[in-house]
């Protein structure tokens, strides 16, 4: 065969490669574009499925907003009334310790004036009066007969 013989008979190879190349690549086309008709199908029924998901996702950011504020306000009253509870009870203590100063003042003006028991010894001590009958008072048995 010439060169030019041969040429003719690659070029009509070719030329029927081509074709069939040709047809191979539109099937492939055609099955690709079909698979993404599908897939586009299928991706908008979940979309329409998860609608109210979506719309859910939207609004909840401001929702945890909402609740971290609450959360917050919450704590705020909490720790407002923790912090009033201590004061009441620093108030309380101070005017306890108001009142003992002023009864250790009585007492010690009353030991400066001379008399030596103070109103808050039990009244039978006041009185002279020891329970046993101790050295140089009188004895509660004693003066029983003279109740």
Same mark, same amino acid.
């Given at each position: ?35 993404? =008709? ?8 979940? $979309?329409?499925? #998860?609608?109210?998901?979506?719309? %859910? ?11 971290? $504020? ?13 912090? $009033? =509870?201590?004061?009441?009870? %620093?108030?309380?203590? $101070? ?11 009585? =007492?010690?003006? #009353?030991?400066?004036a001379g008399h030596p028991r103070v109103a808050s010894e039990p009244r039978a001590l006041r ?21």
């Open positions: 065969m010439s060169v030019a013989g041969r040429n003719t008979t690659s070029f009509v190879g070719n030329a029927k490669g081509a074709a069939s190349s040709v047809s191979y690549y539109q099937r492939q086309y055609f099955n690709a574009s079909s698979a993404v =008709e599908r897939l586009q199908e299928r991706y908008d029924r979940l $979309k329409e499925k #998860c609608q109210p998901f979506l719309q %859910a996702l939207e609004h909840f950011p401001k929702l945890v907003e909402v609740f971290v $504020k609450k959360v917050k306000e919450l704590f705020s009253i909490k720790e407002a009334q923790e912090r $009033k =509870e201590r004061e009441d009870r %620093a108030a309380a203590r $101070k005017e306890q310790s108001k009142h003992r100063r002023g009864r250790n003042d009585w =007492e010690r003006q #009353c030991r400066q009185e002279g009066y020891h329970a046993h009958g101790g050295r140089g008072q009188k004895s509660l048995r004693s003066t029983q007969g003279n109740l």
